[in-house]
C-alpha cells in the first residue's frame, strides 16, 4: 500500500509501442475504480531474448519496493530476458508479492494469448465461411515452432473440410515483408492462384496485398487474403485486412480480473489462456469493420515522433555537455520541452574526480546509488540541486500519485552505464506523450553522459596543468606557474599602480638537518615553512618555492610586510612548540616594497628582496 492505495509494479519495454499504451491505458482505466495506482518501470528496447547481454536500462526495476508494492506485472514477451524476468519475480517472492505474468510463464499467475485458437478461427472463416477449396498459406520462418503450429491448424482445418493437405499449398515469407512479397510472386507466375492466401502475420499479410494489386490481382474478387496479429496498419491497408486481434484492452482486462481474484481470493498461481478475435475486413469479402477511434492518433505518434522537438532537445543535451557546473547543466533542462517529468541522478556521477564510465568501475555498472540527487524537476521552479534517497522516487509523490495517472520510470542511461532515472507524471495516458519517453531518457542521457566525460576530463586537465605549474612537495608555485601566473598580472591593469611587496623566505639551517635527521625530516621542514609563508600571506599572493629551500610570496595592496614575516614566525613556533621532532624549524625573511606598473623589474626586485633576507639570516649567525 501506497497513501492508502493498492500499488501495482508494471514491468515492461518501450511504453510507447502501440500495443504497450493501450495495454496501460485500459489497465489504468480499470485500476483507478478499484483505488489503485500504476506504477511503469520500463526499459526502452527489449531484450531479444539475448540474456547474456543485459543493458544498463534494466536498472529501473531495481526501483520497485517491493515493501509497499501489492502486486508485479511483468511482461515477459516485450522485455524478452528470461533472465530479467526471473530476477524480478525473485525478488517480488522474497517479499511474499504476487506476480502475474504477460504474455510468459513462470512462479505466479500466467496470462497468455491462446494464439492457436485464434488463428483456428480465421482459418475456418476463410474456409468453412466463404467456401474456399483451394487455399494458400504463408507461414513464417521455416522449422519454426510458432510457424510449424499454424501449418499444423491450416492442415487440420481444411483436413476436417474435406480438402487434401500437400506441400504445395505452403509457402514460407519469414514473418517479413519482402519474403511474403516474393512468396506472392511466385504464387502469381505459377499460373496457380489459389481462392485464399492466409498469412501468419499482419506484415505479411499487407506486403501480400500490395503484391497482388501490381501483378492486377485483385483482392478479393480474385483471391482472399488474411492476417493474424490486428496491427494497427489493417486499417490503412487497401483493402482492408481481415486478421485476428490480440487485443491489449483484452489482456488488461484479463489482467484486471487475475488481479481481483489475488486481492480478494488469494490466488497467486494458475493459467489463464486468453481468446483473440477476428477482425473482419474486406480483404476476405467481408464488410469493413469499424475502425476504432484512437488508431489514427496511435499510428501518427508512431510515424511523427516529434522530429522538431527532437532537434531542440539534442540542443538541450549540446548545451548540457557544454555547461561548467551541475547547475548550469540541470538549469538546460527547464525548458517546456521536457515537461511532467523529474530526473533523479547518482550522487557520484556529479563527481568530476571519478571516472564514472572507467571500466575499473563495471562491477556496479547498472545500479542505483542509494543517496541520490534531484537533478530537475518540472513542478519546481528552485533550480538548486537537493539530495533525495532513492526509496523517495519522485519528490511530490502523493500528489503526483492523486492525478490517478500511471507513473512512468525509465532509466537514464550513457555507454551501457546508469546515471539515473527519470519519472514521467504525465497527466493522460496519451500516446502523443508516450511516444516522447524514449527520445528524452536517450537525449538526457547523451546530455548527462558528456557532461560527466567533460567535466573528469577537465578535471584530468586540471591536475596535470597543477602538476606543471606547482611545486610537488609544497603545492607552492614552482618557476614555471610562478612566472605564468606573474605574466597574467602584469597584463591585468587592474594592478598596474598598486603597492607590491615581496617577501623573500629561506629555511634556516637545512643542511644540518638533513646531515643529523635525513632528507625526510629536511622534506617537513621546506614544506611547513611553505605552509607558514602561504597562510600568513593575504590570498591574492603569488607564492612560489624557487628551489631548494628559497621562497618567496609577491603580495598586492597596502600590507604591512612586518606583520606577515611576524604570522610566518609565530606559525613556525607553535609548530616548534608541538612536534617533537628533535629539531626546529625557522626561516630568514627579506622584503623589498614599490608600486607595479610598466617599469616594475621582477628580476630586480628579486634580487633586492634576497639581499635583505640574507642580512637577515646573517645577522641570526651572529646571535
Avoid at 504477460?102 to 475456418?124: A, H, S
Avoid at 499460373?191 to 501490381?214: F, K, Q, Y
Avoid at 538541450?316 to 530526473?343: F, G, I, N, R, W
Avoid at 600568513?536 to 631548494?548: A, D, I, Q
Wanted: charged share 25%; hydrophobic share 40%; net charge negative.
Amino acid at each position: 500500500m501506497l497513501y492508502g492505495k493498492k500499488l501495482i509494479a508494471l514491468c515492461t519495454s518501450r511504453v510507447y509501442d502501440a500495443q504497450v499504451n493501450e495495454f496501460i491505458r485500459s489497465l489504468n482505466e480499470l485500476l483507478v475504480n478499484k483505488d489503485c495506482v500504476l506504477f511503469i518501470f520500463g526499459i526502452n528496447n527489449d531484450m531479444y531474448w539475448e540474456d547474456d547481454q543485459i543493458n544498463a536500462g534494466t536498472s529501473v526495476y531495481s526501483l520497485i519496493d517491493f515493501n509497499v508494492t501489492d502486486a508485479v506485472i511483468i511482461m515477459d514477451e516485450k522485455i524478452k530476458s528470461r533472465v530479467v524476468s526471473d530476477s524480478i519475480a525473485s525478488a517480488a517472492g522474497e517479499h511474499s508479492v504476487p506476480v502475474i505474468y504477460v504474455d510468459g510463464n513462470g512462479e505466479g499467475v500466467c496470462i497468455n494469448f491462446d494464439f492457436e485458437k485464434g488463428f483456428e478461427k480465421i482459418v475456418r472463416h476463410v474456409i468453412e465461411d466463404h467456401s474456399v477449396r483451394r487455399p494458400h498459406f504463408i507461414a513464417g520462418l521455416k522449422d519454426n515452432p510458432f510457424s510449424d503450429k499454424r501449418i499444423e491448424i491450416f492442415r487440420q482445418v481444411i483436413t476436417e473440410n474435406g480438402i487434401p493437405f500437400d506441400e504445395s499449398m505452403v509457402s514460407y515469407g519469414d514473418f517479413w515483408a519482402k519474403p511474403a512479397a516474393e512468396a506472392a510472386e511466385r504464387l502469381v507466375s505459377s499460373g496457380n492462384i489459389p481462392e485464399a492466401i492466409i498469412c501468419a502475420n499482419d506484415i505479411m499479410a499487407i506486403s501480400v496485398c500490395n503484391t497482388l494489386a501490381e501483378l492486377g490481382v485483385k483482392v478479393p474478387d480474385d483471391v482472399i487474403v488474411t492476417g493474424f496479429d490486428g496491427l494497427d496498419e489493417i486499417y490503412f491497408s487497401n483493402p482492408r485486412i481481415s486478421s485476428v486481434r490480440c487485443g491489449s484492452d483484452i489482456m488488461a482486462k484479463a489482467v484486471f480480473s487475475a488481479l481481483s481474484d489475488i486481492f480478494l481470493k488469494n490466488i497467486t498461481r494458475g493459467n489463464i489462456a486468453v481468446e483473440p478475435k477476428p477482425v473482419l475486413n474486406n480483404s476476405c469479402g467481408c464488410p469493413d469493420s469499424e475502425m476504432p477511434a484512437d488508431v489514427f492518433s496511435r499510428m501518427n505518434a508512431g510515424l511523427y515522433r516529434y522530429q522538431d522537438d527532437m532537434r531542440l532537445m539534442f540542443n538541450v543535451a549540446e548545451l548540457m555537455q557544454m555547461s561548467d557546473s551541475p547547475e548550469k547543466a540541470a538549469a538546460c533542462m527547464h525548458t517546456y520541452l521536457l515537461s511532467d517529468m523529474c530526473c533523479i541522478v547518482n550522487k557520484s556521477c556529479l563527481n568530476r574526480m571519478i571516472d564514472y564510465f572507467s571500466s575499473e568501475n563495471i562491477d556496479q555498472p547498472k545500479v542505483f546509488e542509494e543517496d541520490m540527487i534531484l537533478f530537475y524537476d518540472y513542478y519546481s521552479d528552485s533550480y538548486e540541486l537537493t539530495p533525495m534517497h532513492r526509496s523517495k522516487l519522485a519528490p511530490n509523490l502523493e500528489m503526483l500519485i492523486g492525478r490517478k495517472k500511471p507513473l512512468i520510470f525509465t532509466a537514464v542511461t550513457y555507454m551501457d552505464r546508469s546515471i539515473g532515472y527519470i519519472c514521467f507524471s504525465y497527466d493522460t495516458c496519451n500516446m502523443n506523450d508516450y511516444a516522447k519517453t524514449f527520445q528524452i531518457s536517450t537525449v538526457l542521457g547523451i546530455g548527462l553522459g558528456g557532461y560527466i566525460i567533460r567535466q573528469h576530463q577537465k578535471y584530468l586537465n586540471d591536475k596535470v596543468e597543477e602538476m606543471y605549474k606547482n611545486d610537488s612537495l609544497t603545492r607552492l608555485y614552482n618557476r614555471n606557474g610562478f612566472y605564468s601566473a606573474f605574466e597574467k598580472l602584469k597584463a591585468d591593469r587592474e594592478f598596474s599602480g598598486k603597492p607590491v611587496s615581496v617577501i623573500s623566505a629561506d629555511l634556516d639551517g637545512l643542511k644540518y638537518i638533513n646531515d643529523n635527521f635525513g632528507h625526510d625530516a629536511g622534506d617537513i621542514a621546506i614544506r611547513t615553512t611553505a605552509e607558514a609563508l602561504k597562510s600568513s600571506c593575504p590570498e591574492n599572493s603569488l607564492c612560489v618555492r624557487f628551489g631548494g629551500d628559497e621562497m618567496l610570496a609577491l603580495v598586492f595592496g597596502d600590507v604591512s610586510a612586518d606583520d606577515i614575516i611576524g604570522k610566518i614566525d609565530n606559525y613556525l613556533e607553535k609548530f616548534n612548540s608541538c612536534s617533537e621532532l628533535g629539531y626546529s624549524v625557522s626561516a630568514s625573511c627579506g622584503v623589498y616594497s614599490t608600486v607595479f606598473g610598466e617599469d616594475f623589474n621582477l628580476e630586480q626586485v628579486l634580487k633586492l628582496a634576497d639581499e635583505n633576507m640574507y642580512r637577515t639570516k646573517n645577522k641570526r649567525k651572529l646571535h
